[in-house]
């Protein structure tokens, strides 16, 4: 059974800097996509970023060149950098890791329990 811990979440400054962690836990293989999403109060779910096992990154425009995302060798957790960061990026942020299960593109999706990030002065 695949278990997601993230880390790394806190209270920093506007302009501060903070790293999340996910490690996933029963790893018997490698996911095909992990990733980071982040909810506010009052908002939906939205996508921070993704990254493949091929290497290929996607970010949401609100925080390209701020943050950026990594996988390590085992592929088995994920790291979001986040740099430069303003109030509007307080949220809960979290992993999804993601099985590819057929050609059509249909996958299996696992999350883990959020952690808080909160920006503020």
């Known amino acids: 059974q695949v278990q997601l811990v993230e880390s790394g979440g ?16 029963r790893s018997r293989f490698s996911f095909d996509a992990m990733g980071w999403y982040r909810q506010a109060p009052g ?15 996607n970010y949401a425009d609100s925080v390209k060149g701020r943050f950026t995302i990594s996988r390590d060798n085992a592929q088995n957790t ?13 949220a809960v ?22 952690t808080q990030v909160t920006i503020s002065s």
């Open 78 to 90: 994920v790291y979001l950098q986040m740099n430069s960061l303003k109030p509007e990026d307080t």
């Open 10 to 25: 806190g209270l920093v400054q506007p302009g501060g800097s903070l790293r999340l962690s996910c490690v996933a836990s």
């Open 43 to 57: 908002k939906q779910r939205e996508l921070v970023a993704t990254a493949t096992s091929g290497g290929r990154t």
């Open 93 to 114: 942020y979290y992993c999804k890791a993601s099985l590819q299960v057929n050609v059509e593109g249909a996958s299996r999706d696992y999350w883990g329990q959020g």
